[in-house]
């Protein structure tokens, strides 16, 4: 069965203070892994899409990078801003497109 | 970006009453649109998938007859909570793609029923 775990659940971090979040995935072939942000009452916003194992996006604080089991989101010197659910997803190849996800990081940074 | 707009953004309704939610992608066109649902502190679950012409695919465990969807064009597609009752109450968020793509999300439909 597809499948993606996120960990940890919540983080709390300083402003400036760098992480890393965990999305480990089981899928029967992999299509596509993606990264949103949700912020609460509001639907997820996109930031990324990994591909094949090696590959590495960035965006302004964030950077993505997939391997064959896992993706990480590394957050660099983050701030009170960059406060929001991170969701990942995986595509399987076979599917309709449908995006399966985990249940989430809730990242906290306080000033 | 992208851009998928839902409406209505929030909607009371009472119970035994049908509530139609449209989405739209307004800046492409999206051959597949995905309806879902979210709990409070949960994740997203996905309830169906439709292409623009065809029948929905539902999930299991998702009623199609209770949760009736239309995707007539390629930016417009419509779910339509029949007979509501309190238990559907939720927020319900509509993506879009092109193809084996990344979706799009709408801003999502708190819908209360009372």
């Known amino acids: 069965e597809d499948q993606v775990t996120q960990s940890p659940e919540a983080l709390r971090l300083q402003e400036g203070e760098s992480s890393s979040l965990n999305c480990s995935y089981t899928?029967?072939?992999?299509?596509?892994l993606f990264w949103y942000r949700q912020d609460p009452g509001k639907g997820p916003e996109f930031l990324f899409t990994?591909?094949?194992a090696g590959e590495e996006k960035e965006k302004e604080r964030l950077k993505a990078t997939l391997t064959k089991k896992e993706s990480f989101l590394h957050i660099t010197a983050p701030k009170p801003e960059d406060s929001a659910t991170y969701l990942c997803?995986?595509?399987?190849?076979?599917?309709?497109?449908?995006?399966?996800f985990g249940k989430g990081t809730k990242l906290s940074v306080k000033p | 970006g992208a851009v998928v707009s839902q409406h209505p953004s929030w909607v009371i309704c009472k119970s035994g009453t049908s509530v139609k939610i449209e989405c739209r992608s307004l800046?492409?066109?999206?051959?597949?649109m995905f309806w879902y649902r979210q709990f409070p502190k949960q994740s997203l679950m996905l309830m169906a998938t439709?292409?623009?012409?065809?029948?929905?695919?539902?999930e299991q465990g998702v009623e199609k007859d209770k949760f009736l969807i239309n995707h007539a064009s390629l930016t417009l597609s419509t779910l339509t909570v029949t007979s509501a009752h309190p238990e559907d109450s939720s927020f319900y968020i509509c993506?879009?793609?092109?193809?084996?793509?990344?979706?799009?999300f709408g801003p999502g439909t708190r819908l209360t029923v009372t």
């Open positions: 993506s879009a793609s092109q193809g084996f793509h990344e979706q799009y």
């Open positions: 899928v029967s072939g992999l299509r596509g």
């Open positions: 990994l591909y094949s």
């Open positions: 997803a995986v595509q399987a190849r076979g599917s309709q497109g449908n995006l399966i």
């Open positions: 800046d492409f066109q999206a051959t597949t």
């Open positions: 439709s292409n623009e012409g065809s029948k929905a695919t539902y």
